[in-house]
Protein backbone atom coordinates (compact mmCIF):
# COMPACT_ATOMS: atom_id res chain seq x y z
CA UNK A 1 0.00 0.00 0.00
CA UNK A 2 1.37 3.41 -1.20
CA UNK A 3 2.00 6.13 1.71
CA UNK A 4 2.84 9.52 1.65
CA UNK A 5 3.09 11.42 4.70
CA UNK A 6 3.72 15.23 4.74
CA UNK A 7 4.84 17.14 7.82
CA UNK A 8 6.63 20.13 8.72
CA UNK A 9 3.67 22.48 8.20
CA UNK A 10 2.90 24.97 10.66
CA UNK A 11 2.35 28.82 11.55
CA UNK A 12 5.30 31.17 10.38
CA UNK A 13 5.14 35.01 10.42
CA UNK A 14 5.88 36.61 6.95
CA UNK A 15 9.39 36.55 6.04
CA UNK A 16 10.17 33.44 7.72
CA UNK A 17 10.83 29.78 6.67
CA UNK A 18 9.58 26.22 7.05
CA UNK A 19 10.60 22.92 5.90
CA UNK A 20 7.97 20.19 4.61
CA UNK A 21 9.03 16.78 4.38
CA UNK A 22 7.25 13.80 2.76
CA UNK A 23 8.20 10.33 3.64
CA UNK A 24 7.06 7.62 1.19
CA UNK A 25 6.40 4.18 2.09
CA UNK A 26 5.31 1.05 -0.27
CA UNK A 27 7.02 2.59 -3.35
CA UNK A 28 10.27 3.27 -4.36
CA UNK A 29 10.25 6.96 -4.90
CA UNK A 30 13.64 6.80 -7.16
CA UNK A 31 10.75 5.42 -9.73
CA UNK A 32 8.71 8.50 -9.39
CA UNK A 33 8.62 12.50 -10.02
CA UNK A 34 7.69 13.78 -6.91
CA UNK A 35 6.36 17.15 -6.56
CA UNK A 36 4.49 19.46 -4.37
CA UNK A 37 0.94 21.32 -5.09
CA UNK A 38 -1.17 23.30 -2.20
CA UNK A 39 -4.51 24.25 -2.32
CA UNK A 40 -6.12 27.65 -0.06
CA UNK A 41 -9.46 27.42 1.14
CA UNK A 42 -10.44 30.17 -1.15
CA UNK A 43 -9.45 28.26 -4.05
CA UNK A 44 -11.34 24.63 -2.60
CA UNK A 45 -14.81 26.96 -2.22
CA UNK A 46 -14.25 28.20 -5.60
CA UNK A 47 -14.12 24.32 -7.00
CA UNK A 48 -10.67 25.38 -8.23
CA UNK A 49 -8.01 22.57 -8.66
CA UNK A 50 -4.81 22.36 -6.72
CA UNK A 51 -2.09 25.03 -7.35
CA UNK A 52 1.38 23.41 -8.52
CA UNK A 53 4.24 24.39 -6.67
CA UNK A 54 7.09 22.17 -7.24
CA UNK A 55 8.61 19.07 -9.00
CA UNK A 56 11.68 16.75 -8.72
CA UNK A 57 12.77 14.41 -11.30
CA UNK A 58 13.80 11.03 -10.18
CA UNK A 59 17.45 11.51 -9.91
CA UNK A 60 16.94 14.68 -8.59
CA UNK A 61 18.93 16.38 -11.86
CA UNK A 62 15.78 18.41 -12.99
CA UNK A 63 13.53 20.57 -10.91
CA UNK A 64 10.44 22.96 -11.74
CA UNK A 65 9.02 25.49 -9.73
CA UNK A 66 5.82 28.12 -10.32
CA UNK A 67 6.62 31.48 -10.75
CA UNK A 68 5.06 32.49 -7.74
CA UNK A 69 7.49 30.50 -5.74
CA UNK A 70 10.70 30.29 -7.69
CA UNK A 71 14.14 32.27 -5.67
CA UNK A 72 12.06 31.71 -2.41
CA UNK A 73 11.38 27.71 -2.28
CA UNK A 74 13.92 24.58 -2.79
CA UNK A 75 12.69 21.18 -3.56
CA UNK A 76 15.07 17.86 -3.07
CA UNK A 77 14.82 14.38 -2.51
CA UNK A 78 16.58 12.15 -0.83
CA UNK A 79 16.03 8.47 -2.11
CA UNK A 80 17.61 6.61 0.35
CA UNK A 81 15.47 7.79 3.07
CA UNK A 82 12.58 7.26 0.25
CA UNK A 83 11.59 11.52 1.35
CA UNK A 84 10.91 14.52 -0.56
CA UNK A 85 11.43 18.06 1.07
CA UNK A 86 10.61 21.66 0.03
CA UNK A 87 12.43 24.55 1.72
CA UNK A 88 10.47 27.69 2.14
CA UNK A 89 11.87 30.77 2.75
CA UNK A 90 10.75 34.35 2.17
CA UNK A 91 7.11 33.15 2.96
CA UNK A 92 4.32 35.43 2.51
CA UNK A 93 0.30 35.96 3.84
CA UNK A 94 -0.65 34.46 -0.19
CA UNK A 95 1.88 30.86 0.63
CA UNK A 96 -1.37 30.07 3.31
CA UNK A 97 -2.78 26.93 2.21
CA UNK A 98 -2.58 23.57 2.56
CA UNK A 99 0.36 21.36 1.18
CA UNK A 100 -0.03 18.25 -0.51
CA UNK A 101 2.66 15.40 -1.66
CA UNK A 102 2.61 13.68 -5.14
CA UNK A 103 4.45 11.02 -6.51
CA UNK A 104 3.75 10.36 -10.14
CA UNK A 105 5.28 8.09 -13.04
CA UNK A 106 3.53 6.84 -16.07
CA UNK A 107 1.35 4.15 -14.42
CA UNK A 108 0.02 6.03 -11.47
CA UNK A 109 -0.28 9.45 -9.26
CA UNK A 110 -0.82 9.09 -5.71
CA UNK A 111 -1.07 12.04 -3.04
CA UNK A 112 -0.71 12.66 0.64
CA UNK A 113 -3.37 13.82 3.37
CA UNK A 114 -1.73 17.06 3.34
CA UNK A 115 0.08 19.58 5.93
CA UNK A 116 -1.15 22.98 6.49
CA UNK A 117 0.82 26.55 6.08
CA UNK A 118 0.03 29.41 7.79
CA UNK A 119 1.74 32.47 7.46
CA UNK A 120 0.33 35.55 9.03
CA UNK A 121 1.02 39.18 8.20
Known amino acids: QVQLVESGGGLVQAGGSLRLSCAAS????????MGWFRQSPGKEREGKER?????????????TYADSVKGRFTISRDNAKNTVYLQMNSLKPEDTAVYYCSARNSASNHWGQGTQVTVSS
Open 51 to 63: EFVAEISPTGGGT
Open 26 to 33: GLFSSYYV
